[in-house]
């Protein structure tokens, strides 16, 4: 079980958004943005369940930008599994979920594409790092991917944003990137792309 939050949208045609915050979030934290990107969406927003000094994540980490990997198979196995719950729970259509993450919740939603095939439908990931290398990555058929990376995020320097966008696209996602000129932080334009890229592609 993972601590979340479910609203019901109003239109049950519309996918559900999966939220994933970042470190130290919670499952509070993104339903604004949700609600920006689809306002009749359905929204499960979770809690990541490890506690790093008191900071909610979604998978443990050895330092800042070094992941424990056993954790983040264990962890992501967990969310899926709650994901497929989930839809049981609510009756939302399982095939239908687009994952929103920023940087740690944008990182445990690029291990879940990595890790199961047709897990999600779509992702926007804000700040995403690659998970982890080495792995061969389930097949895309053009599963749709926005990545938001700025030019000078000390966490995830840009060639890193490249590489995963070089992964993903290699194992057959249809992937955008959109560039802003700052650091880590999620920006008002950035969202606004991610917007206007989900209307478009849902
Ligand atoms: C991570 O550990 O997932 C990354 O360092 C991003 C973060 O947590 O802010």
Redo the contacts with the bound molecule.
Sequence with gaps: MMKHLYFQGEDSSRPTLLLLH??GGNEHDLVGLGKEIDSSANILSVRGNVLENGMP?FFK?LA??V?DLEDLQARTEELKSFLDEAAQTYKFDRDQVVAIGY??GA?IAGNLLFEYKDVVKGAILHHP?VPRRGVEIPVMSGTPVFIGAGKNDF?CPAAESEELKDLLQNAGASVEMHWHEYG?QLTQSEVQAAKEWYKANF
């Design positions: 970042g470190t994540r980490r800042e930008g992941f940087s740690n990182n790092m966490m880590h």
